[in-house]
Structures are given as structure tokens and as C-alpha cells.
T-cell receptor, first 111, second 114 residues
């Protein structure tokens, strides 16, 4: 079984819709992250959380919000999706070794 | 602010040939350095990392990387490329003391010809 899972794996939605991407991990890590990947831009950090009560904005947090429901769960929401949020979204976790482990990604298309 | 440059967007090598992917970083102190690989349709997999100590680090799948402080570089190498190595490779850097905020390069796509 995968250590970091993301749901859904693919999602097509329309402009203005609210959408939530979910991430779960079984690694027991305290730290969780959300990134987006765009062609030619690499990965950019959206939000990160060091524990359930500690949530921080990353490089590109505008238009996004997050919820850390438990140590193992970290959700990313787009309150009102827009086409330039079309991207590949990755969740990651890290523990005491400071190495981040990535989920398989969610491909989001906003029409 | 820290930054990472991968100057080669796309590289093509023949199977069995050697490979070197370049990575340069900008940061005032010694960073934590990582190389990740992303196969088509997959997430990112850690190849290797450098935190301190020996500047030549060995990773999975026969890859190695060398940290050169004087050149602010952390180039990835493999002596003999296999067709299954075709993927996108990302270099990443983080502040010493906390690798929790990674800055990624823009990636190098590797194509392997038979």
C-alpha cells in the first residue's frame, strides 16, 4: 500500500466551483505539504503544516486554503476555481529525517 | 532567497552512455540538496540527498551526485544510462537546519535513445 495517497487522481471542474483535494499518509510524519507543478516551472509550495495546529503559507497560497484534520490528513481547497489553477498537485510528507515523500499527484483541470 | 537553476531543459543520451545533469544553487550557507526523479504519470521519487559529510553521495538506481561548494553545484551523474531512466529530474535545495521548505529547479527531461 502507498504511504502517501491523494484523492482524486484526476478531476475536471468548471470555473467558480469549489473543489477539495485530499491527502492521507501512513508514514506517521508530522509535516505535510501541498505543491503544484506546472510545465517549465517545477514544483512550487502552496501550503505546509508542521503539525495539526501549525499551518503556513508557501510561495503561492493565493486562491487556496488548507485544513489539517489530523496528523495523517491534509486537504487543499480551491474556493472558486479558475482556469490558471489547472495543474498537477502533489502532497508530500516529512519526518525527522527531513526528506520529503510525495504522493502520486492529482491532475486538476479547470474549464 | 534561495534558488535553484537547472540549465538544461531537455537532454538526449544513448543507452549505455554516461549522464550528467547540472544543478546550481544560490544560498549563503551550506544547503540541504536533493535530486528527485519523476517518471511519466508518477509522483516524485527521491534519488539521493546531501546534508553534510562526504561530498560524493550515492543514491538509488546507480545514480551519484557531487556537492561542490566552490561552484555552488550538485550535479547528478550515472555511468551508463538505461532506457528506463527516461524521466524528468528535479534538483531541490532547502535551508540548513530545516529541510522542510524545498525550492525546486525547473527540471531536466531526459530522453534515452536505443
Amino acid at each position: 500500500d502507498a504511504d502517501v495517497t491523494q484523492t482524486p487522481r484526476n478531476r475536471i471542474t468548471k470555473t467558480g466551483k469549489r473543489i477539495m483535494l485530499e491527502c492521507s499518509q501512513t508514514k506517521g510524519h508530522d509535516r505535510m505539504y501541498w505543491y503544484r507543478q506546472d510545465p517549465g516551472l517545477g514544483l512550487r509550495l502552496i501550503y505546509y503544516s508542521f503539525d495539526v495546529k501549525d499551518i503556513n503559507k508557501g510561495e503561492i497560497s493565493d486562491g487556496y486554503s488548507v485544513s489539517r484534520q489530523a496528523q495523517a490528513k491534509f486537504s487543499l481547497s480551491l474556493e472558486s476555481a479558475i482556469p490558471n489553477q489547472t495543474a498537477l498537485y502533489f502532497c508530500a510528507t516529512s519526518g525527522t529525517t527531513d526528506t520529503q515523500y510525495f504522493g502520486p499527484g492529482t491532475r486538476l483541470t479547470v474549464l | 532567497a534561495q534558488s535553484v537553476t537547472q540549465p538544461d531543459i531537455h537532454i538526449t543520451v544513448s543507452e549505455g552512455a554516461s549522464l550528467e545533469l547540472r544543478c546550481n544553487y544560490s544560498y549563503g550557507a551550506t544547503p540541504y540538496l536533493f535530486w528527485y526523479v519523476q517518471s511519466p504519470g508518477q509522483g516524485l521519487q527521491l534519488l539521493l540527498k546531501y546534508f553534510s559529510g562526504d561530498t560524493l553521495v550515492q543514491g538509488i538506481k546507480g545514480f551519484e551526485a557531487e556537492f561542490k561548494r566552490s561552484q555552488s553545484s550538485f550535479n547528478l551523474r550515472k555511468p551508463s544510462v538505461h532506457w528506463s531512466d527516461a524521466a524528468e529530474y528535479f534538483c531541490a535545495v532547502a535551508y540548513t537546519g530545516t529541510a522542510s521548505k524545498l525550492t525546486f529547479g525547473t527540471g531536466t527531461r531526459l530522453q534515452v535513445t536505443l
